[in-house]
């Protein structure tokens, strides 16, 4: 069973949220919150598998919130799977640097919302392809320092290869057909770049390859 956490300002919507989830049989929704300090606390005491975390909130937003639970440093990191509005909202971005594990956007259909939870409560990051070239891409720049070089990447030229497709929001299966290998070849480059990288997810390379200047 995945106990999930809801986290959004709109009544509407987290309640909408709540009832879609619920009505999974290996779903439960363990609680409900409208602000991010809400959700930090809720999270704290209720220690849901995934948050799902709205970004513009009131008094502590989504961006905050997520940078609690699931930051650098935390001891215990919850998995954060992002829910935003794209044409209004600046800091999906950030909220991915802060520790997410992934994104959607709102107006997915449910189907995608009940596969990116059980996706990032199984471990794995959800970085939707086309939100990936549009979104990260967009804002790279400012993420990005002007000054900052590729310099050495301790990565195989495949390696590499694989990485630059991860951050230009390629999935497994269309790494597989753009390089004419198996998927689960793909999967054993996605997992040595990871670990030799120390990163967390696709999440954080797809960050770490626009940090390095490796993808523009």
């Keep these: 069973m ?14 909408g949220f709540a009832t ?3 009505a999974q049989p290996d779903m439960a929704v363990v609680g409900e919150c409208g602000d991010g300090h809400a959700a930090v606390a809720l999270a704290r005491e209720l220690e849901p598998d995934v948050v799902v975390m709205d970004v513009r909130m009131p008094g502590l937003d989504g961006i905050g919130a997520t ?3 699931a930051g650098a440093g935390v001891p215990h990191p919850v998995k954060v799977l992002v829910v935003t509005t794209f044409n209004l909202d600046e800091y999906v971005y950030e909220s991915l640097r802060a520790g997410a594990s992934g994104f959607l956007l ?13 996706t990032v409560a199984a471990g794995a990051a959800l970085l939707a392809p086309e ?5 990260v891409g967009r804002y790279a720049a400012r993420i ?15 390696e590499l290869e694989v990485l630059c497709l991860i951050a230009n929001g390629l999935s497994n299966s269309e790494i597989a057909a753009t390089l004419v290998i198996s998927q ?8 040595r770049i990871l670990t030799k990288l120390d990163l967390r997810d696709r999440v954080q ?4 390859a626009y940090r390095r200047g490796l993808v523009t």
């Design 2 to 15: 995945i106990r999930v956490l809801v986290c959004d300002d709109q009544p509407l919507i987290r309640t």
């Design 20 to 22: 879609i989830i619920g």
């Design 67 to 69: 940078t609690q639970l």
């Design 106 to 118: 709102k107006d997915a259909p449910p189907a995608h919302l009940l596969h990116g939870i059980r």
């Design 131 to 135: 939100v990936t070239r549009q979104l």
């Design 144 to 158: 990005r320092p002007a000054a900052d070089t590729p310099g050495d990447v301790p990565l195989s030229a495949r």
């Design 184 to 191: 689960e070849t793909v999967k054993t480059y996605v997992s």
């Design 205 to 208: 390379a797809v960050v770490y």
